[in-house]
Nanobody, 125 residues
């Protein structure tokens, strides 16, 4: 069972940067994903990374601005967020991917579990 805690969120202005961290405990040999959810909206895929850290995936809305990475020695996954926009405002969650299916791909939150409590990111204009 993987437990995790997200941190690093905050209130920033458009164009600023934040680095989110996801501290893992328990079994950590898993692909990881970052998702975000704004009030009244469904959870949205942001980025994913495999265990080795040599494969990454991004939502079109964040490509070129966000970078997902991990330090397995520290059991931590990161999301570097640059050039933040008000549209990025949401609560950000990380989770291990636990279901591998052609139906529930890496961008589908249904393939993930053990969600953390999330960390709020608010970007003002």
């Amino acid at each position: 069972q993987v437990q995790l805690v997200e941190s690093g969120g905050g209130l920033v202005q458009a164009g600023d940067s934040l680095r989110l961290s996801c501290a893992l405990s328990g079994r950590t040999n898993a692909n990881m994903g970052w998702f975000r959810q704004a009030p009244g909206k469904e959870r949205e895929f942001v980025a994913a990374i495999n265990f080795r850290g040599d494969q990454t995936y991004y939502a079109d809305s964040v490509k070129g601005r966000f970078t997902i990475s991990r330090d397995n020695a520290k059991n931590t996954v990161y999301l570097q967020m640059n050039s933040l926009k008000p549209e990025d405002t949401a609560r950000y969650y990380c989770a291990p991917r636990t279901l591998f299916s052609s139906t529930y791909e890496y961008y589908n939150p249904s393939s993930y579990s053990s969600w953390g409590q999330g960390t709020q990111v608010t970007v003002s204009s």
